[in-house]
């Protein structure tokens, strides 16, 4: 049975953590909000440059190395996750997600992290991890994504895997983020039918074709693996967020609780006091009265 | 649209709508050279090299631009420019191009193992657009 004192502390912790926790649920709410932006930002570039790739594929005869369709051997898979926990499920439910994905592979899986937790988690359970990056920073720097990606076109081009896939968790909304797991490497030219219709027009390149490839394609997977990354942070940032709502929620049901605890407590103890010092008087004064 | 002088451009980065305008042309730097793109020109997907991204105002004022390599884009209906990285005259720290300058051309003359030379390279051509945008502006273009 604690003690009034035992509960006392009790709330007192209760509501330094509740502090903590209220804190990084604001912190995680205007990171988010950063991170959307970003998210929105990039929008503009990326549908551009697919357009450009759409037509470049359209205008036929696209041949590159990264286009290449080749036997497979080995699948290479990039797990994007979060450096930093207390997320809720977010890192678990993209690694079920790539559990799955590798379960239903029929050749050998490398796996390539981001995130610390991602790493964390296969390595606790002996799988080997081919190659790790640290989570980008929050303003998910052209440096950062460019390492990545210099390290995944050369691994398919080098032939260590035939395919790449990147497992991320897409944002859909505060309240949902969905774990995906989407093909990389080959390159997949997105058709017309993909984009919203627009006006086409007959486009001349320079340099012709698969020269302008060459710096197209490397500028393509970038912008895929910037926008899976800034994705996953904006769902990082809200499961974060909702998580921590939820512990600031529990933390104050408790603080009620044992608030209400200490207080019957107290009351029972006054109570106890009060009855103690009546039955003394009591006593004392039959006392008084036998004497007399 | 026939007698416009002016066409819209627009910079993009991945990170933000950069710069966008009407212009009267704009000199790009091209992989292949440089070109300019004039009022109708036809559709035409150009890629670039890092460099000096020259546009010319309505008003006939010059804005330059330093581009980290990308591409030039003429639709019918707006020109843009897709690039890593812009940077505006105001925004170029001079004396840290200038540092990276001497780090590139350090190591492209010094070869010594273990030196990636494309990237070497790529940031020499990075650095030498900055100071060459910084040189323009300063000299009394506006």
Same mark, same amino acid.
């Given at each position: 049975m604690p003690s009034a004192r035992d509960i006392r502390r009790r709330i007192r912790g209760v509501r330094n953590i509740k502090q903590v926790t209220r804190a990084m649920n604001m912190i995680a709410a205007a990171r988010l909000r950063r991170a959307q932006a970003k998210a929105e930002a990039a929008r503009?570039?990326?549908?551009?440059?697919?357009?450009?790739?759409?037509?470049?594929?359209?205008?036929?005869?696209?041949?590159?190395?990264?286009?290449?369709r080749r036997e497979v051997r080995r699948v290479g898979l990039v797990i994007i996750t979060s450096d930093r926990g207390l997320a809720g499920a977010f890192n678990a439910n993209i690694l079920?997600?790539?559990?799955?994905?590798?379960?239903?592979?029929?050749?050998?899986?490398?796996?390539?992290?981001?995130?610390?937790?991602?790493?964390?988690?296969?390595?606790?359970?002996?799988?080997?991890?081919?190659?790790?990056?640290?989570?980008?920073? %929050?303003?998910?720097?052209?440096?950062?994504?460019? !390492? /990545?990606? &210099?390290?995944?076109?050369?691994d398919f081009l080098s032939g260590r895997y035939d395919q790449v896939w990147l497992a991320y968790a897409q944002f859909i909304s505060v309240l949902k983020s969905v774990p995906v797991v989407i093909p990389l490497l080959p390159l997949e030219p997105p058709t017309e039918a993909a984009g919203a219709p627009r006006q086409?027009?007959?486009?001349?390149?320079?340099?012709?074709?698969?020269?302008?490839?060459?710096t197209l394609l490397p500028q393509y997977v970038e912008v895929v693996l910037y926008r899976a990354?800034?994705?996953?942070?904006?769902?990082?940032?809200?499961a974060r967020m909702v998580a921590m709502k939820a512990a600031t929620d529990s933390a104050s049901e408790m603080i009620e609780?044992?608030? %209400?605890?200490?207080?019957?407590?107290?009351?029972? !103890? /006054?109570? &106890?006091?009060?009855?103690?010092?009546?039955?003394?008087?009591?006593?004392?004064?039959?006392?008084e009265q036998e004497m007399a | 649209m026939a007698g416009e002088r002016t066409y819209?451009?627009?910079?993009?980065?991945?990170?933000?709508?950069?710069?966008?305008?009407?212009?009267?042309?704009v000199i790009a730097p091209g992989q292949e050279g440089l070109f300019e793109v004039l009022v109708g020109h036809a559709p035409y997907v150009f890629a670039l090299k890092p460099g000096v991204l020259h546009v010319r105002l309505p008003d006939e004022r010059n804005q330059y631009m330093a581009v980290g390599g990308g591409f030039l884009v003429v639709q019918p209906d707006r020109t843009s420019?897709?690039?890593?990285?812009?940077?505006?005259?105001?925004?170029i720290d001079v004396a840290r191009a200038q540092r990276a300058r001497e780090r590139a051309e350090k190591r492209l003359t010094e070869r010594s193992e273990g030196v990636d030379v494309p990237r070497a390279q790529a940031a020499l051509a990075r650095a030498l657009?900055?100071?060459?945008?910084a040189e323009y502006a300063s000299a009394g273009a506006r």
């Open positions: 503009p570039y990326a549908q551009r440059l697919t357009e450009i790739l759409t037509d470049v594929a359209a205008a036929g005869g696209a041949r590159h190395p990264l286009l290449e079920r997600e790539a559990g799955h994905f590798v379960a239903q592979q029929r050749v050998p899986t490398g796996i390539i992290t981001v995130g610390k937790k991602g790493r964390d988690f296969l390595r606790a359970r002996g799988v080997t991890v081919d190659e790790h990056f640290p989570q980008p920073s %929050r303003d998910v720097r052209l440096e950062e994504v460019g !390492a /990545i990606r &210099k390290r995944i076109i050369g086409r027009a007959a486009y001349q390149f320079e340099p012709a074709g698969d020269a302008l490839l060459e990354l800034v994705e996953s942070l904006a769902s990082e940032q809200a609780n044992l608030t %209400r605890e200490y207080n019957r407590m107290r009351q029972d !103890a /006054i109570t &106890k006091q009060l009855l103690e010092v009546v039955s003394g008087a009591d006593a004392l004064a039959k006392a | 819209r451009l627009e910079v993009l980065t991945l990170q933000r709508m950069f710069w966008q305008g009407d212009v009267r042309f420019v897709l690039t890593r990285s812009a940077e505006l005259p105001e925004e657009a900055r100071l060459k945008v």
